[in-house]
């Protein structure tokens, strides 16, 4: 009768054995590889969370700078953004610092630009069985500043909500002889065609309609564009999207440009609602006067409840024209005859403005970008339209305080300018 050998049992168990303790040893190193994808997985997590957050803390600090904000301020600034409106956790080992101008890094010692640094503890599960400690450290650093909008910007889009903020058609070549500038934060494409922007929407920031080709020595926007191929060099010398710039009023907070008023050269009189057609001028008020020889209408600055082009020939003389609507409609309308006019501006404002003293679109900058101002829901405000049939030459103002300055709209008039196929306009246009 066959037996079995103890000594072979013996074996098998000692076999048995060996395998629990190579499996209590892989136990161990499996554990912190666990350890090592899951609470590695979380730090990142972590450590992005504290990087959006160090943007968004560093990015309103900038902003805060660039509208007056003390020094002081900075660091309340800084932690109201990181705990309470992105949720860094605010307790033992934590830390929100502020270093303006920036401590290190390309922008060291430059006063438009701050650093932040968030530095926040978090306790790991699994990590701790490789012998690494239980609790680490997260640490995002953020540097934001502003930069002053150069004077030989000719197009500059300041309404963050502009969808699109600038629409770009009509003609085979749209020539912008300086830099554009484009506040609206409508989502779209950068200049490596990533999709960026603050606010979705059917429309980007900047569109480009048909085949028209967009010329400009630069494009920045707060957005996106609809296709970055059209605003890419040779025609558009730089493109750069998506920067989520604070919105602010570049001409106010660098170079001082006033509200229009009686003070700075604005005529207070009243001209009333011009509308010239081919071989009549009705609505005329004086020093304004129609040639029946040469059929040629005469217009003066002053303020104007509108005026209306759409044939016949027209001469502007020098000065301001206040477009103050009673109705919102259309206020200003070239699309027929010809227009010309040298060192004159259009300043397009509301039925409440006072030009005695510029209110009440002097205190415009008192209201943040999106807050309206009390007064506005009451306001009557008119759109712009140079129409291509009209064969117009304008140049902006020649000297003064708005030297070079075409169009200019009252910061929280959102009504459209549609500019089409015109023949010459030469100066700035600044519009919402």
Known sequence: MPTISWKHRTQCCDRRG????????????????????????LMFVAHRASQNAADAAARACAQ???????????????????????????????????????????????????????????????????????TQSVQARAVAGFKSLPISAGLVVLN??????????????????????VYSRYSGQDEYGNTVGQYSGAKAAVTMGGSSTFTADSLYVAGGVDDYRN????????????????????????????????????INRNLGSPAIKTGSSKGLVSPNSYDS?????????GIYDSISVTGGNVNLMPGIYVLRPTGNATVLKF???????????????????????????????????????????????????????????LTGMDAGPFKNILFYQRRFNTKDITVTEANSLDGIFYAN
Request: proline share 7%; with cysteine.
């Open 160 to 181: 963050p909500r502009g969808q699109p903020g600038l629409s770009l058609s009509g003609t085979p070549e749209i020539n912008v002889n300086s830099g554009v500038v």
């Open 64 to 134: 805060a700078l660039h509208t007056g904000a003390a020094e002081d301020t900075l660091q309340v600034t800084a932690q109201t953004f990181a705990y309470t409106h992105n949720g860094i956790p605010n307790g033992v080992g934590s830390q929100v610092t502020v270093n303006h101008p920036p401590s290190s890094g390309p922008h060291a010692g430059n006063g438009n630009c701050v650093e932040v640094i968030i530095t926040h503890p978090i306790e790991t599960t699994f990590i701790h069985v490789a012998g690494v400690s239980r």
């Open 18 to 41: 060996y395998t629990l303790v190579l499996v209590a040893l892989c136990l161990t190193a499996l554990l912190g590889i666990v350890g090592v994808v899951i609470d590695g997985g």
């Open 335 to 393: 699309n027929g005859g010809t227009v010309t006019g040298s060192s004159v501006m259009f300043y397009n404002t509301g039925s409440t403005y006072d030009a005695t003293d510029g209110t009440p679109d002097t205190g415009d900058l008192a209201y943040s970008s999106e807050t309206d101002p009390p007064t506005l829901a009451s306001t009557k405000f008119g759109d712009v339209d140079v129409h291509g049939s009209a064969g117009i030459t």
């Open 293 to 301: 020889g040469t059929g040629v209408t005469t217009l003066n600055p």
């Open 231 to 266: 605003y890419m060099a040779p025609d558009v010398d730089v493109l750069h999207a998506g920067t989520s710039d604070s919105v602010s009023d570049p001409f106010h907070d660098g170079t001082q440009l006033p509200i229009p008023q009686t003070s700075n050269g604005v």
